[in-house]
């Protein structure tokens, strides 16, 4: 059981370009959330997505869009790169609240924009 | 908006029991508490959950107090493994949602 999955786990990146992380939940959860994680620092929550069909912003969405593809696979895309996006992204998924939303990560997508 | 504070860190020897006291003023009625451990270079994982009272399970226990504006995870024996950051997290299901956030979390330093 492979649980949360991202792609890739390390990239990098030029100013301006666009790229998309991949991430894939098989554990049948309802929602799914990208988190970013600058050094040293904790988790923001960028966007998330409560269920199939849905997706709302979250503490820190400028810059970023995301799709829910189906119930197994949420993107996030980067549509122009810039330094300050330079973090750790996590893809995070949860059966829903009421089950007590608990999440479980991936193992986290290194980016660096120069 | 259930937002959470915790102290931004702690320090500890090995063997000690190390309880870590979050605070939740806003929680909902329907929210669960939940806590988190994160190693550098990995996302978090989960810990331990409650509701209200008293939670134990193989690694913690978790005590949230009648009104639940509070709670505390209580690692017993604490090891140089232990050495983490903690998250409390409080679900805010206002409205039916699932935004989630993190508060800074709590750096624990295990020492010998």
């Known amino acids: 059981n492979a649980g949360v999955t991202q792609t890739p786990k390390f990239q990098v990146l030029k100013t301006g370009q666009s790229m998309t992380l991949q991430c894939a939940q098989d554990?049948?959860?309802?929602?799914m959330y990208w988190y970013r994680q600058d050094p040293g620092m904790g988790l923001r929550l960028i966007y998330y997505?409560?269920?199939?069909?849905?997706?709302d912003k979250g503490e820190v969405p400028n810059g970023y869009n995301v799709s829910r593809l189906n119930k197994r696979e949420f993107s996030l895309r980067l549509e122009s790169a810039a330094p300050s996006q330079t973090s750790v992204y996590f893809c995070?998924?949860?059966?829903?609240?009421?089950?007590?939303?608990?999440?479980?990560f991936g193992e986290g997508s290194w980016l660096t924009v120069v | 908006l259930a937002k959470t504070t915790q102290p931004i860190s702690m320090d500890s020897y090995e063997g000690q029991e190390v309880n870590i006291t979050c605070s939740h003023n806003?929680?909902?009625?329907?929210?669960?508490i939940t806590w988190y451990q994160q190693f550098p270079s990995q996302g978090p994982r989960f810990i331990i959950q409650?509701?209200?009272t008293k939670v134990t399970n193989e690694v913690a226990s978790l005590f949230i107090p009648a009104d639940r504006k509070s709670s505390t995870l209580s690692l017993p024996r604490v090891s140089l493994s232990d050495t983490a950051v903690y998250y409390c997290?409080?679900?805010?299901?206002?409205?039916?949602?699932?935004?989630?956030?993190f508060g800074t979390g709590t750096q624990l330093k295990v020492e010998l």
């Open positions: 995070a998924s949860s059966m829903g609240a009421s089950s007590g939303n608990t999440i479980y």
């Open positions: 806003n929680i909902a009625t329907n929210d669960y």
């Open positions: 409650g509701y209200k």
């Open positions: 997290l409080v679900g805010d299901t206002a409205g039916g949602g699932n935004k989630l956030t």
């Open positions: 997505s409560a269920s199939e069909g849905t997706t």
């Open positions: 554990m049948n959860h309802n929602s």
